[in-house]
T-cell receptor, first 110, second 113 residues
Framework: DGGITQSPKYLFRKEGQNVTLSCEQN?????MYWYRQDPGQGLRLIYY???????QKGDIAEGYSVSREKKESFPLTVTSAQKNPTAFYLC?????????FGPGTRLTVL | GENVEQHPSTLSVQEGDSAVIKCTYS??????FPWYKQELGKRPQLIID?????GEKKDQRIAVTLNKTAKHFSLHITETQPEDSAVYFC????????????FGGGTRLMVKP
């Protein structure tokens, strides 16, 4: 399952702190995505980027920020403005139709 | 925007039986419909997809059907096996939305041996 990696696997944050989740891919894919997964709600799109130095908000972007300075990397910052950040976060990348997912980061706010 | 609803949320079948999961979508401009399987503790993986110019697609024990008029599509798994136990997600993509997918809420399939 190589190709797209996320770190860390588990992350704990205190309320009021910003935290950054890492996503790296070596698949030479142009497009990258961040999803949030909550029980019973499927995958909801937070942000996506179709090319370096460009990204767009998804359905639930409030309280999150991203950057895309390199093709291989698409880090997600969960800010203190996100009111309910405890969730499982999945990163994905694609060249054509199929999206390839990373292993995910489980974020828990204490 | 697009809205995708998926039913049922949980499905329990006996090994060897068939399983059917249904999804409806709201945007008639959607033209690509993938299905992802997520085993416990693992990442989602694409298992089959269908485009709007095709009514049915099969791959061994799995098949997907699409009814564009009714705006619904279904996943069919025949001869289910315990390793089919997982959460299945349907998704839809609009023609002018890059590769942005809208996912359904997921179906937890349990295959009892």
């Amino acid at each position: 399952d190589g190709g797209i990696t996320q770190s860390p696997k588990y992350l704990f944050r205190k309320e009021g702190q910003n935290v950054t989740l890492s996503c790296e891919q070596n698949l030479n894919h142009d497009a990258m995505y961040w999803y949030r997964q909550d029980p019973g709600q499927g995958l909801r799109l937070i942000y996506y980027s179709q090319i370096v130095n460009d990204f767009q908000k998804g359905d639930i972007a409030e309280g999150y920020s991203v950057s895309r300075e390199k093709k291989e990397s698409f880090p997600l910052t969960v800010t203190s403005a996100q009111k309910n950040p405890t969730a499982f976060y999945l990163c994905a990348s694609s060249r054509e139709d199929e999206q390839f997912f990373g292993p995910g980061t489980r974020l828990t706010v204490l | 925007g697009e809205n995708v609803e998926q039913h049922p949320s949980t499905l329990s079948v006996q090994e060897g039986d068939s399983a059917v999961i249904k999804c409806t979508y709201s945007d008639s401009a959607s033209n690509y419909f993938p299905w992802y399987k997520q085993e416990l503790g693992k990442r989602p993986q694409l298992i089959i997809d269908i485009r709007s110019n095709v009514g049915e697609k099969k791959d061994q024990r799995i098949a997907v059907t699409l009814n564009k008029t009714a705006k619904h599509f279904s996943l069919h798994i025949t001869e289910t096996q315990p390793e089919d136990s997982a959460v299945y997600f349907c998704a839809a993509r609009r023609d002018n939305a890059g590769n942005m997918l809208t996912f359904g809420g997921g179906t937890r399939l349990m295959v009892k041996p």
